[in-house]
Nanobody
Framework: QVPLVESGGGSVQPGGSLRLSCTAS????????IGWFRQVPGKEREGLAC???????????HYADSVKGRFTISRDYDKSTVYLQMDNLKPEDTAVYHC??????????????WGQGTRVTVSS
């Protein structure tokens, strides 16, 4: 089980930016595809972005239409952290954000391991 931990959430005004981090101490996340999701109470969980495994796949990034052009997913050089850079934030981006590890490395499912989440609030 991959012990994912998210950080970087907080409160920001509309139009602002935040960078979320997803780490797993002692684990090489390059083996997994890592997806970012968000959850709003009373709504279905929404998939936002995913980056494929670098060791078993092409490491490419993929985005939901709702965040394309505003959010950027990336890995650090030693593959121990996956980031979600969020720009031009809107009030509707307010949610709890989770990262998850796709054991198949493909971004096509297989998300067995999830972090506890980090809260993002966008308001003026």
């Amino acid at each position: 089980q991959v012990p994912l931990v998210e950080s970087g959430g907080g409160s920001v005004q509309p139009g602002g930016s935040l960078r979320l981090s997803c780490t797993a101490s002692g684990w090489n996340l390059g083996y997994y595809a890592i997806g970012w999701f968000r959850q709003v109470p009373g709504k279905e969980r929404e998939g936002l972005a995913c980056i494929r495994a670098t060791e078993r796949n092409d490491g490419s990034a993929h985005y939901a239409d709702s965040v394309k052009g505003r959010f950027t997913i990336s890995r650090d050089y030693d593959k121990s952290t996956v980031y979600l850079q969020m720009d031009n934030l809107k009030p509707e981006d307010t949610a709890v954000y989770h990262c998850a590890a796709d054991k198949y490395g493909t971004c096509n499912g297989g998300y067995d391991d999830w972090g506890q989440g980090t809260r993002v609030t966008v308001s003026s």
